[in-house]
């Protein structure tokens, strides 16, 4: 696609989402049709059959009850809005980090219980190494027993880091 024909569809995509976007905020910021008629019922007080002056006053009172009740009403948007805003933030916080430490947890058992492997492989040779010493002294003895606790120490943290990462890896 050229650079011209690319434009023009960005353009037209664009303009579309902005005509969206402005229908959307119109019909948000509209008064609720079928809850207007009650509202204007209730709006309106019985006229006096005092003359001009006491029909200037209850329009006036009338007058004061509708800004104060469209204020009222534009709190409570601003109230529900920002109500609306933390939850999504914290749903798309959620969703967004919930998987990242989640990885990033199975990452980190898999990579110690790598180390550990081969802390676990270090001691087998070890264990290799010292198998004759067995019968020769008490020395030998100890270093061959030794290595063989930390083998099977380090060869447990090796598995159960596996496991671990395993399980996590599978949690929802």
Do not use: I
């Not at 809850?35 to 002056?53: I, K, L, M, N, Y």
């Not at 920002?82 to 990033?104: H, I, N, T, Y």
């Not at 550990?116 to 020395?139: I, P």
């Amino acid at each position: 696609m050229d650079r011209v024909r690319f434009g023009r569809a960005l353009g037209f995509g664009a303009r579309q989402a902005v005509k969206t976007l402005v229908n959307a905020v119109d019909a948000a910021t509209a008064e609720n049709p079928s809850v207007a008629p009650q509202r204007r019922a209730t709006d309106r007080a019985p006229e006096p059959s005092g003359g001009s002056q006491s029909g200037e006053r209850a329009a006036a009172d009338s007058a004061a009850r509708r800004a104060a009740q469209a204020a009222t009403r534009k709190v409570e948007q601003a109230r529900e809005v920002k109500g609306g805003l933390r939850r999504g933030s914290k749903r798309f916080g959620e969703a967004v980090w919930g998987p990242f430490l989640r990885l990033s947890g199975v990452l980190w058992l898999e990579v110690s219980g790598f180390f550990f492997g081969l802390f676990a492989l270090f001691f087998l040779g070890a264990v290799f190494r010292l198998r004759g010493q067995w019968h020769a002294n008490s020395a030998g003895r100890q270093q061959l027993a030794g290595a063989a606790a930390m083998l099977l120490l380090f060869g447990y943290f090796c598995v159960s880091n596996f496991v671990r990462a395993r399980r996590r890896e599978r949690q929802r």
